[in-house]
């Protein structure tokens, strides 16, 4: 029985941020024509990242913009490939990584219900069966046939995340999703990751709130500029990590 939930080895990606920009398909035949290829900086958003999850453990990411938090996270959802290493996942994920990714933004609330359960593997009969107990948490019964283009981020978050929690996954992957909506809303989603976690549940947040991080995690890891300083109790490495910051 594996005992672990997410296992990182050795992970690292690189991105190639070009510095020349090539504005027409004519412009970029021509400089293919001539051998000429646009200049390209290399960059490592991760180097050698290590870490091991625990099945049931609450673990956080923390350190500041473009650490390289959001990007292990699409790793571990298999959103993203590394360049190098390899990520182990034992269960069921649900990622709540960026608000709006998985919506038609054309298509109204309903609508979208049916669509993000359908990329998350879910069949129609299954999201009928659960459609009035997502409305409920959501919120937003009385916005379910307007088209999500016309909601704010916070509604986009609470209909996301009552749509990826509906069937509690082996492993709930939160990427500052709890910064967003209103404080009841917010209460709830504590609520609702507390009980997921009551029943067995791992997750793995990032956020740049000390009060959820120790209040939801037991663990914390801090990443910072793509290098892993430190994985230990959550309480430990915000204080490293505030002592850097300061």
Request: proline share 2%; aromatic share 6%.
């Amino acid at each position: 029985m594996e005992k672990n939930a997410v296992e990182v080895k050795n992970v690292s990606i690189r991105f190639n941020l070009a510095r020349e920009r090539v504005d027409s398909l004519k412009e970029y035949v021509v400089r293919r024509l001539r051998g000429q290829k646009p200049k390209s900086d290399e960059f490592w958003a991760l180097r050698d990242i290590n870490l091991t999850v625990p099945k049931g453990d609450s673990m956080a990411l923390i350190g500041t913009n473009g650490s390289g938090k959001s990007t292990l996270l699409k790793i571990i959802s298999g959103i993203l490939t590394p360049t190098t290493g390899e990520v182990h996942v034992n269960g069921s994920i649900a990622p709540l990584i960026e608000l709006g990714a998985g919506f038609d933004m054309d298509l109204t609330g309903k609508e979208n219900v049916f669509l993000n359960g359908a990329v998350l593997g879910h069949s129609k009969k299954m999201m009928e069966s659960h459609y009035d107990e997502i409305m409920d948490f959501s919120g937003l019964r009385e916005f379910e046939d307007v088209p999500v283009k016309n909601y704010s981020s916070g509604m986009l978050a609470r209909l996301g995340f009552s749509i990826a929690t509906i069937v509690k996954p082996d492993i709930l992957i939160v990427d500052e999703i709890l910064a967003v909506g209103d404080f009841a809303f917010q209460e709830k989603c504590h609520k609702r990751i507390a009980e997921m976690m009551g029943n067995g549940a791992t997750v793995i947040l990032v956020s740049h709130s000390e009060a959820d991080v120790r209040s939801i995690c037991d663990h914390a890891a801090w990443i910072n500029k793509g290098h892993l300083m430190f994985v230990g109790n959550s309480g430990k490495a915000l204080e490293k990590y505030k002592a850097y910051c300061e």
